[in-house]
């Protein structure tokens, strides 16, 4: 998104017209180096990436006019019309700007920032690296104990169920393209991974997404997603499943919505054991907002995971909870963290006879990562996992830590 040498100009007339209030408070040079380095975003088509960086300049340096103006400007190209209003309006309000300036404000007010429709492919191809603690997921004794208190027997585990260290190659790619007028995208995903120590679960998926925004209250647009998922493991297909997403905004700051009504539904079909077919409905509250430079989306609701056959244990039931955080770091870096605990509990005895019990589980998944730039294509990531379930059934309990390297370069 390049901007011509004119707006160049009249920001340097801003930020000269507004020296005497900044004296004060003017930055180091390691800050100027950071509004620089958000310039050379935007020179480098790279909008995300600037937005992020001079929100987190303002937040450190509120007295900054010329990052204030250029982040203004941009949230007006993106679309978001109410938070460009709020920007202009406190650009106006702060600052006393000058004539240019002030003329430069009216004419993008005057546009109503549009949203922008390039109907563009992006996508992102990113190759990984790393090792995996349990790449089996497979229970870490060697025996069990099963049954009810008072009357167990021990369980010999097989080969196959038991957790085994393993290197972990991955590669994944992702696109999307906007077509049509209405705000429409479509998704296409493609990923492998392979563990040398544990081939038989090397595992690869694709799926294919469409996502519409849906205008059906004044001022606020819900987001209706459709889509199918194939995964195979060992060479052989494993699962199918086909889901439908509905988001409902239910109040917004500015043009992000700050509450919000998150209902899905999954079908999932197990090719390798039909038993296992199911449908999932969740539905989950969730508040997104700042915390600082970052942001944050949380969630909380209710599962109802249903058999459509004779599953083991019959239909489950629990809640889950979700955080997703995201923090900006200096020169265009950003540490993200993800972390879900999801709680359910079977209908019926697992294995009337044989494991009389209603199985009750406790899945927990986290996912730290640092991210840091190369160029304005290419960035390095290191994440580390863990997933882990604790179950009141032995033969199902799993710790998995891993770490990995990622390298992905994006075009947009």
Known sequence: MKRGGWLACVCITFLLSCAAGAASTSPANSDERRYRDALSALENQDPDSAMTQLESLITDLPDHAGAWLDLAILVCQSGAQNRAEELFRHIEERFSPPPAIREVITRYRNTGCPKPHPNKLRGQLSVSLGRDTNATLGVPYGQVLLGPTGNTFEVQVAANQRSKDSIVAGLEGELSIPVGPYGTTLFGYLSGRRFPSAASFDTSTWAAAVTQPVPWRTGQASLLSAGLVHSRMDGKSFQNSAYLNWIEPLSMRGDDM???????????????????????????????????????????????????????????????????????????????????????????????????????????????????PVSSQEEWRVQARRLENHDNIPLFEYTSNALEGVWSYSWR
């Open 258 to 372: 700050e509450w919000a009504l998150d209902l899905s539904g999954v079908q999932n079909r197990y090719e390798v054991n039909r038993a296992f077919d199911s449908r999932v409905l969740e539905i989950r509250l969730q508040h997104s907002g700042k915390l600082g430079a970052g942001r944050y989306v949380l969630g909380a609701g209710r599962v109802q995971d249903n058999a459509e056959a004779n599953r083991p244990g019959g239909d489950r039931e629990g809640w889950s909870m979700q955080l997703n955080l995201a923090y900006p770091m200096a020169h265009g870096s950003r540490l993200e963290v993800f972390m879900r605990e999801q709680r359910l509990k079977g209908s019926e005895e697992y294995a009337p006879g044989i494991i009389s019990t209603h199985r009750a589980s406790v899945t927990r998944q986290s996912r730290i990562t640092y991210a840091h």
